[in-house]
């Protein structure tokens, strides 16, 4: 029987860069080169006319080291690819994605003095990166890392059936490994970051033996954006909640009340990536109390949603930083 590769964060030299380039082929067959393109942000045209366009804003703003760092989170496939390709549209933004070495090693973020000092070395308004993995950490990147500008943070959610179906077709069953890994007390892995003695408790009273790769992705989905309201994220005017499906239902508004949650400038380029089709996914087998838990949770999200754009309702309206 053929091995399972090891997971990413536990590869190393070659077998590493193998372990990238299978699972890219493995993607682009799945879902086609040009999405695989678009979602990596590998489309040579667009890269160099985004790196004019902000080559021209530094050189007519003096921004260091006051630049606004802005951390992306949220649970892996929730539309956060669509979000952070608006916002690097403005040239006011300097984007470190996951991929960004600088910033990032294996996919987690960097020590705090290295991230302080990119941000702080920014000519840019804002840097924002997307630490997925270190969603958990949100408050304390927040409120410790020291940079002269306070930052914000959006945390970004989707509908579990979007997510579980999106999941499993990029990563197949490594959500259930985790999961068992977890559940098994491993609990020195990112999966397992910010997970209380109950959540943990309710993770091991299912049967991850018998469980499938839909319902592991869905229970997944459960436990990482229950962290939300479990880290006292919902009582934070610095989080800003955004939902891959309202963003996609009406690009605009979203993307202004983002934009005036950070104090940027909207403008309609920011949307025009955004593909309506791609909000629509058929019901996902989960298992009956996974699902109800999920459900559970999305009302809690949508509700919360509705408050925090409540509170950022003047979102949108042009801004100094342009």
Not at 20 to 45: I, K, M, S, T
Request: charged share 30%; glycine share 10%.
């Amino acid at each position: 029987m053929a091995r399972e590769p090891a997971p990413l964060q536990r590869q190393r030299g070659l077998q590493r860069v193998g372990g990238r380039l299978a699972r890219h082929v493995g993607w682009a067959r799945r879902q086609g080169l040009g999405r695989l393109l678009e979602e990596d942000q590998l489309d040579p045209v667009e890269r160099i006319v985004l790196a004019s366009q902000k080559a021209r804003w530094r050189r007519t703003h003096h921004i260091a080291p006051n630049a606004v760092p802005v951390f992306v989170v949220g649970v892996q496939r929730s539309g956060t690819n669509m979000l952070v390709r608006g916002l690097e549209r403005s040239p006011a933004f300097e984007v470190r994605n996951e991929n960004d070495r600088s910033a990032f090693d294996r996919f987690l973020l960097r020590d705090d003095r290295t991230i302080r000092g990119i941000v702080e070395g920014s000519q840019h308004a804002f840097v924002l990166f997307k630490p997925l993995c270190d969603s958990h950490r949100v408050a304390d990147l927040l409120d410790k890392l020291g940079t002269p500008s306070a930052g914000r943070a959006i945390w970004a959610y989707r509908a579990v059936d979007g997510r579980a179906r999106s999941a499993v077709g990029k990563f197949g069953p490594e959500g259930l490994r985790a999961l068992k890994e977890v559940a098994g007390g491993k609990l020195d892995v990112w999966q397992a970051g910010g997970l209380s003695d109950e959540r943990l408790a309710e993770l091991r009273g299912f049967d991850l033996g018998s469980m499938t790769p839909e319902t592991a992705a869905a229970l997944f989905w459960y436990l990482r954006n229950s962290l939300y309201f479990d880290l006292g994220l919902v009582d934070r005017e610095d989080v800003l909640l955004a939902s891959y499906e309202r963003f996609v239902a009406d690009p605009q508004r979203s993307m202004g009340v983002i934009c005036g949650f950070l104090g940027s400038s909207y403008d309609d380029r920011l949307v025009g990536h955004v593909d309506a089709r791609s909000a629509a996914v058929d019901h996902v087998e989960i298992d009956p109390a996974v699902r109800e838990r999920c459900e559970d949770l999305h009302a809690r999200l949508e509700a919360a949603l509705d408050a925090s754009w409540t509170r950022n309702a003047g979102g949108g309206a042009p801004s100094s930083v342009a």
